[in-house]
């Protein structure tokens, strides 16, 4: 009886695990396909601090979107930071991996009109909408 308690009891605790895994790639796919805007872009600056933080884009190349935006136009984007402090654990959307991006970076970005910020888009999944294709080059250290 006991052992069967025990069991159960393992189980219980495994399954909130297994409901927090990340989407398999061809779901990530289809849903980053269905963004209402598609770009690459160079990261001009990461502003963590601010209320709420944002990250700002200079479209290189547009993939789909409206006619409003256009190659060089600028995009605020809205990003959870991500957690800092060693320990801290910070909100987190279960499945989601967090959005680091530096400045200077070359990203394909999935994303769509955020409804509370006007003319700010949010990323469509997060950091699987929000794909590094080049780091800039850091300094060599001496």
Known sequence: MFKMFLAALLVAC?????????????????????????????????????????????IEHVIKGPDDISKENQLTVLFRPFPTNKGEIGARIQGMTPI???????????????????GIYNPLLEGLSVITIINPLLPKKE
């Open 14 to 58: 495994m399954i909130p695990a297994m409901a927090t895994a990340i989407p398999p790639p061809h779901v990530i796919r289809e849903r980053n396909l269905e963004a209402d805007l598609i770009v690459v872009g160079e990261i001009l600056g990461v502003k963590e601090d601010d209320k709420p933080p944002n990250f700002v884009v200079s």
């Open 100 to 118: 680091k991006v530096q400045v200077g970076s070359l990203v394909v970005l999935y994303l769509e009109r955020s409804r509370s910020h006007p």
